[in-house]
């Protein structure tokens, strides 16, 4: 199942064309993403028996929005990857690495971003959707509480983000627009595998991020059972997992995000994000 959202609607997308939930469920679910998601085992349920007629409309990918518009958790976690540690000078961590991203940053696959004064980073990043309430979940059991995944972007300001000591990770990556997400929430049955994607990012056509998922320390099904372990994970929670070697503060010379850059984010199996940077908003 790819679920998405169009219009501030849910729906369902096969091929090229799409179903609208809450019209095709004649109202039984709902059309917002959010409430969707509290339903999400109805969800699956009915949609395992939706007609092929029922996909009647076309879907510009441009209109696709966030398929999680407004989480109430977003978790990230820090040099997840052992490459991306190195070029950060350090060990891979024993524990996840957590911090937050404040979900007013949360935005849709296909977004502008104005610049704040700074230096803004990129980290390309799957992201684990939860899809219901889970407290104290086993790693085994730890898939069954993931609704699908998306593919992140985990914009970074490294000024604001490493000032002081402690540092401001959380600040540092909450400005407006610095959580791109989407196109498409994806469940994991379709994908030949979950824990392997490969996993890319683009600077104006230069791959300048590439690895696949089966490289991070910490997998979703980890992941998930150790933040579970401590907070209750609400339907709609988001997890960006960590981003590969690549990131443009540890280049030489350092780079960064300037007015006029394209940033593509992929995943395959999933699809990609696309981000265009203006200066700083008058």
């Known amino acids: 199942m790819r679920l998405a959202v169009v219009a501030d609607r849910a729906v369902l997308l096969r091929g090229g064309r799409a179903a609208d939930v809450a019209t095709a469920s004649k109202h039984r679910l709902p059309s917002d993403p959010m409430a969707l998601l509290e339903k999400w085992p109805a969800l699956r349920d009915w949609a395992a028996g939706l007609p092929e007629d029922a996909y009647d409309m076309a879907v510009d990918p441009a209109a696709l929005q966030a398929p999680v518009p407004r989480p109430r958790q977003v978790f990230a976690v820090a ?3 052992p490459p991306h540690a190195a070029e950060a000078g350090f060990t891979p961590p024993e ?13 849709g696959p296909r977004t502008t971003v104005a610049l704040p004064p700074g230096k803004v980073d990129w980290e390309v990043e799957l992201v684990a959707v939860i899809g219901r309430e889970t407290h104290g979940v086993s ?3 730890a898939w069954n509480a993931v609704a699908g995944l998306t593919v992140g972007q985990d914009l970074s300001e490294r000024v604001s983000q490493l000032q002081g000591k402690p540092a401001q990770f959380s600040l ?11 196109p498409v929430l994806v469940t994991p049955d379709e994908l030949d595998d979950p824990d392997d994607l490969e996993i890319t990012g683009f600077l104006n056509g230069e791959a300048v991020q590439h690895d696949r998922t089966k490289s991070m320390i910490f997998p979703v099904p980890d992941l998930v059972a150790r933040l579970s372990a401590v907070v209750r994970l609400l339907p709609g929670d988001l997890i960006f997992t960590g981003t590969p070697a690549g990131v443009g503060n540890r280049r030489t010379p350092p780079r960064y ?9 992929r995943i395959g199996g999933i699809g990609e994000l696309r981000q265009y940077f203006t200066g700083p908003a008058a």
């Open 79 to 81: 040099l997840n990857y």
């Open 95 to 107: 524990e996840p690495l957590v911090f937050t991203k404040f979900p007013t940053c949360v935005t």
């Open 139 to 141: 790693q085994e059991q």
């Open 172 to 182: 540092g990556k909450s400005f407006p627009g610095f959580g791109p997400t989407g």
């Open 257 to 265: 995000l300037t007015e006029g850059d394209e940033l593509v984010s």
